[in-house]
């Protein structure tokens, strides 16, 4: 049983006829009957019978049918993964994440992607969890680096690394003299908050009601960089993750304190993509990055 046997049969099928199955492949009738009866006496069954004037699959032709579609598929994928040798160049990757991982992770991955991979074209995608899942799942992506759970999905993820979700205020704020709040601290302070509707958003407002605070929010952006710059003026208290506000805790132009029972809290990021029996060259180097970034194998969890 050969490939172009295969080929022949799948298409002699989708026609519904030799003739017209030969014209698509550019054979003359005669061979596409050939490779047929090649095919059925290899086998020892009748694949295709003729129901009037159209060609109909046998019950052992609709078995067959599904297996070489199946073979075909993974025949046309190896051919594609080493035409990228052949051609030295390694494809596309096409990377989901939301703005934080965007703008404090991937410049060091990327940076060393690039380095490793210089013949991939890379293309980053922003949008929050629920968004980049369905762009996964549509295969508009290769993989996503998300925040929100992934359990019951058809993916496979790697946990990679917890970002701590801290409290920020400007350092002159009243607040200064303490080395700890409770909840009870913050009702009355002006909060500014990222947008609802986000992740993130929802991790927090979830954070708050566990701990019974109701933040009066004096604002909502979808911009970490405006919601540092608001509250360095004074304007209210935020909470973000410490990874995005590293540099100005340093610098001093902003401060953090511990609230009990609210913050710090953590939120897991993981590497999820679809599964595939052969992963395509590109997205398999990006996960072994991944694994050497942080330590995580890039073998799957489900």
């Known amino acids: 049983m050969e490939l172009h046997q295969l080929r022949i049969f799948l298409k002699v099928i989708e026609h519904a006829s030799f003739s017209r199955a030969a014209a698509a492949l550019h054979l003359t009738q005669p061979a596409v009957s050939q490779q047929i009866r090649a095919l059925e006496e290899e086998l020892g069954l009748e694949l295709l019978q003729r129901i009037g004037r159209t060609i109909r699959p046998t019950k052992a032709g609709e078995v067959l049918l599904e297996y070489a579609r199946n073979i075909l598929t993974l025949a046309e994928k190896g051919e594609r993964a080493l035409a990228e040798f052949r051609a030295e160049r390694r494809g596309r990757l096409i990377l989901g994440a939301g703005n934080t991982n965007i703008t404090f992770r991937l410049p060091p991955l990327l940076q060393e992607y690039r380095r490793r991979e210089p013949g991939v074209e890379v293309v980053v995608k922003a949008g929050n969890s629920h968004q980049l899942l369905a762009l996964l799942d549509e295969g508009q992506i290769d993989v996503a680096l998300v925040t929100s759970p992934v359990e019951g999905r058809a993916f496979h993820f790697i946990p990679l690394f917890h970002d701590e979700i801290i409290l920020i205020l400007p350092p002159e704020h009243p607040f200064g003299g303490k080395g700890s709040l409770t909840p009870e601290d913050l009702p009355g302070v002006p909060a500014i908050l990222f947008a609802r509707g986000s992740g993130f958003r929802r991790f927090l407002d979830?954070?708050?009601?566990?701990?019974?605070?109701?933040?009066?929010?004096?604002?909502?952006?979808?911009?970490?960089?405006?919601?540092?710059?608001?509250?360095?003026?004074?304007?209210?208290?935020?909470?973000?993750?410490?990874?995005?506000?590293?540099?100005?805790?340093?610098?001093?132009?902003?401060?953090?304190?511990?609230?009990?029972?609210?913050?710090?809290?953590?939120r897991t990021t993981h590497a999820v993509y679809r599964p595939e029996p052969f992963l395509p060259t590109p997205l398999r180097a990006f996960l072994e990055l991944l694994h050497e970034f942080y330590g995580k194998s890039p073998g799957p969890e489900s």
């Open 206 to 266: 979830n954070a708050f009601a566990r701990a019974g605070y109701r933040p009066e929010v004096l604002m909502e952006l979808e911009s970490i960089e405006g919601i540092k710059r608001l509250v360095q003026i004074g304007l209210g208290l935020s909470f973000l993750p410490r990874v995005a506000v590293e540099e100005e805790l340093k610098g001093g132009s902003l401060r953090t304190l511990p609230v009990a029972g609210l913050v710090p809290a953590t």
